[in-house]
């Protein structure tokens, strides 16, 4: 079946949700993936100073955002990329004051400033570290996972989904094949008492939701790769309950990252690890294998017929970021690969000559053994960060993700029932980002393709289907399928922070449309399949 309706059908879905109306004193901003800083610039008496200047530059890049404080000496600098800044406060008589603070995913950060009276500095302002305080008068359940413990904390994966455990609530499935079965546990996550159907991710802002099958995030249905390079991941932040309307398709937990971008040095890494089956224990399902072996050796006073399946992981990956042109331009870039082989046990336990008369031609042993189950995965990200005026930025990023997988054979299902997985990931994100006086506008643009296309790996050959006792089964597996998702999500969020009638207001409102197409085709039992039943 084949869908690509025009605008109106049902292969195409108008999704327009405009973003509630907050209103909250003291304000609390929410963003899928910056952050912010507010608060009140006073001098020694603590009177409010009006018409402050103050400006948050972001060390890594060198792009500067100002804000004027208000009449009761308030100022908000909201959708900053998260990261470290110099914050510094001036005001005409009295001496300037600088704070460093870090700005994290989601957070808004509480920063005062009280102003000496005295000359204005001709020499550089002093920067101190600032007791800033997170805001925590909001509802949202959440943790963040910072930039540091992406980078220090192992994971054997290199997913960078495994940190989202540190969020209570939260449960990362783990990569796990039976190697004597058909059967596989993906790479997913899933918060309170639901499925991995019930999350969403936003990367930069745009959503990864699978539509058309299952895992919740695309190309994560019976995967066991990573869904984006975490070397490109700055840092996220894990909502697991009372998320805001801005983040949508989801009823359960929400994942918000931002990546990473190039700064006014160019700096870069690389790694590689590999590990064999020298270096991984036995599993339950081997152990169980190895223990019956050496049974029937122990009996027969024959070798034991046991071998540790054949296992090789290779993890590589290169970023590099820098500037293109110094406090404007930068770029930054990073791929990863994810190279695996393994081994499936086939085991197809022959029958007496005459008790099964459909086998006595069939020659089962020749389909027993180990057999490779190889799992090739690249990931690519690359980004461009354009300070555009003092009162805009933009960003054009794109990730592309593709990986083939060969399984669901072993134990009674031969080799030549083997299933090749194919996914394909590419997502494409405009950013722009305009502010001036109380006002910030938010604009994104993103297009998403994902495809998911399974077919038999030894195409063509008959299928035999043995039932004894069980299945058995020879042959090309019977199906292919192809599932095709395309998203053009056209988005804009304007946040005003000038009201101040009876405290400090923020107000906030955006609208999202989805322009959303499905393609999907799926050709069941094209090929043969014979049955034979012992009766």
């Given amino acids: 079946m084949s869908r690509s309706p025009s605008f109106g059908q049902l292969g195409r879905e108008l999704f327009l949700s405009l973003v509630l109306v907050a209103f909250a004193a003291p304000a609390a901003f929410s963003q899928t993936s910056t952050g912010s800083i507010r608060g009140y610039v006073k001098d020694a008496t603590g009177a409010p100073l009006s018409g402050a200047t103050i400006e948050a530059r972001n060390e890594q890049s060198g792009v500067a955002r100002t804000a004027t404080s208000q009449a009761d000496g308030s100022y908000a600098l909201p959708g900053l990329v998260p990261g470290a800044y110099n914050v510094t406060a001036r005001h005409i008589g009295h001496t300037a004051q ?63 989904l495994d940190l989202a455990a540190l969020a209570p609530g939260i449960s990362v499935s783990e990569d796990r094949i039976n190697p ?82 190039g700064g006014n040095v160019w700096t870069g890494n690389a790694y590689f690890s590999y590990q064999n089956k020298d270096l991984v224990a036995l599993d339950t399902f081997q152990v169980v294998a190895k223990h019956v072996a050496d049974s029937i050796a122990n009996k027969t006073g024959n070798p034991s017929t046991f071998n540790k399946p054949d296992y090789s992981r290779s993890l590589v990956g290169v970023s590099v970021g820098g500037p293109l042109i110094k406090d404007r331009l930068h770029f930054f870039g990073s791929y990863e690969g994810n190279y695996q082989n393994r081994a499936n046990l086939v085991n197809i336990t022959p029958r007496t000559p005459g008790l099964f008369p459909a086998l006595d031609t069939v020659s089962l042993a020749k389909y027993n053994g180990n057999f490779q189950s190889p799992f ?44 090749d997985y194919r996914n394909d990931i ?110």
């Fill in 376 to 419: 090739r995965e690249t990931l690519l990200f690359g980004k461009l960060s354009y300070a555009v005026s003092g009162h805009s930025t933009a960003e054009l990023s794109f990730s592309n993700r593709h990986e083939t997988d060969v399984r669901d054979f072993g134990d009674i299902t031969a080799f030549q029932s083997a299933i």
């Fill in 98 to 160: 600088g704070r460093r603070v870090v700005v994290q995913i989601g957070a808004s950060l509480l920063l005062d400033f009280a102003l000496q009276a005295g000359a204005v500095e001709v020499a550089g302002v002093t920067v101190q570290v600032a007791a800033a305080v997170t805001e925590t008068r909001t509802s949202e359940v959440a943790t963040n996972v910072t930039q540091q413990q992406i980078e220090r904390l192992p994971t054997t994966s290199r997913n960078f």
């Fill in 426 to 535: 590419a997502i494409g994100t405009l950013k722009y980002n305009y502010f001036t006086g109380p006002w910030l506008s938010e604009a994104t643009v993103t297009y998403q393709r994902f495809r998911r296309n399974p077919t038999p790996d030894t195409p063509g050959v008959p299928q035999r289907w043995f039932n004894f006792g069980c299945c058995v089964t020879i042959g090309s597996n019977l199906s292919s399928q192809d599932f095709t998702q395309r998203r053009l999500g056209l988005r804009d969020d304007v946040t005003y922070t000038g009201w101040h009638a009876g405290g400090d207001h923020m107000l906030k409102a955006g609208g999202n449309v989805d322009f959303l197409n499905y393609d999907v085709d799926k050709e069941n039992r094209v090929t043969p399949q014979f049955f034979y039943a012992d009766t």
């Fill in 180 to 261: 004597n079965a058909n059967s596989i546990s993906p790479r997913n996550f899933s918060a309170g008492a639901q499925g991995p159907n019930d999350i969403n991710i936003f990367i930069d802002g745009a959503s990864l939701k699978n539509d058309l099958t299952g895992g919740g995030v695309a190309g994560q249905d019976n995967s066991r790769g990573n869904p984006f390079p975490r070397n490109a991941i700055q840092e996220y932040r894990v909502i697991s309950q009372n998320f805001k309307a801005e983040y949508q398709k989801s009823s359960s937990a929400i994942i918000t990252a931002t990546t990473k971008s």
